[in-house]
């Protein structure tokens, strides 16, 4: 069974750092690109980063572009996401999830529960 | 950046009624474009991509049309689990971007 559980949300000031993971298990991890996608309260799904399953290729949304670096350690199948510089407006969910097919195709086919990000004073 | 418009935002309807949803991309996406069937405090739910085809474990209810830059979702008879938010996501370009959501109501 494919389980993808995050953790790192916190509440952090604005200008602050986390770092977000998400440990895979059920499926070869190193086989997949992964995902985060987050959601602020009450609206609509935002992609943020994408990553290759061996790791040599990033993908990031223009918002979060310099700020957030995301990687993997497929050694222990999770997934990370460092996130610098937060401002209000990153405050969301943020979801893991797995791609697809092992062709790398970039649609979600596992999510995890998400984790919930706040930034705030 | 490719910006995918859905319509309506809220449909209003019955179970046992038809629900058609609409998503339209502001360029060609050619086939790829998936929709995700997400409820209240849960993780999105992958129901078909590549425009037409339908995900794992997915009900023969749920069926998708379109190509180029306008797509359909039906779902030929609401059953009471199917009331939630659908959204559209394109992956032609990067970056990866999802419409705004259709919200399925319970008339």
């Known amino acids: 069974e494919v389980q993808l559980l995050e953790s790192g949300g916190a509440l952090v000031q604005p200008g602050g750092s986390l770092r977000l993971s998400c440990a895979a298990s059920?499926?070869?991890?190193?086989?997949?690109?992964m995902s985060w996608v987050r959601q602020a309260p009450g609206k609509g799904l935002e992609w943020v980063s994408a990553i290759s399953g061996i790791g040599t290729t990033t993908y990031y949304a223009e918002s979060v572009k310099g700020l957030f670096t995301i990687s993997r350690d497929n050694s222990k199948n999770t997934l990370y996401l460092q996130m610098n510089s937060l401002r209000a407006e990153d405050t969301a969910v943020y979801y893991c999830?797995?791609?697809?097919?092992?062709?790398?195709?970039?649609?979600?086919?596992?999510w995890g529960q998400g984790t919930l990000v706040t930034v705030s004073s | 950046e490719i910006v995918l418009t859905q319509s309506p935002a809220t449909l209003s309807l019955s179970p046992g009624e038809r629900a058609t949803l609409s998503c339209r991309a502001s360029q060609s996406v050619s086939i790829y474009l998936a929709w995700y069937q997400q409820k209240p405090g849960q993780a999105p739910r992958l129901l078909i991509y590549?425009?037409?085809n339908g995900a794992t474990g997915i009900p023969a209810r749920f069926s998708g049309s379109g190509s180029g830059t306008d797509f359909t979702l039906t779902i030929s008879s609401l059953e009471p689990e199917d009331f939630a938010v659908y959204y559209c996501?394109?992956?032609?370009?990067?970056?990866?971007?999802f419409g705004q959501g259709t919200k399925v109501e319970i008339k």
């Open positions: 999830a797995k791609d697809l097919k092992t062709t790398t195709v970039y649609y979600f086919d596992y």
């Open positions: 996501q394109q992956r032609s370009t990067w970056p990866r971007t």
């Open positions: 590549d425009a037409s």
């Open positions: 059920g499926f070869i991890f190193s086989n997949y690109a």
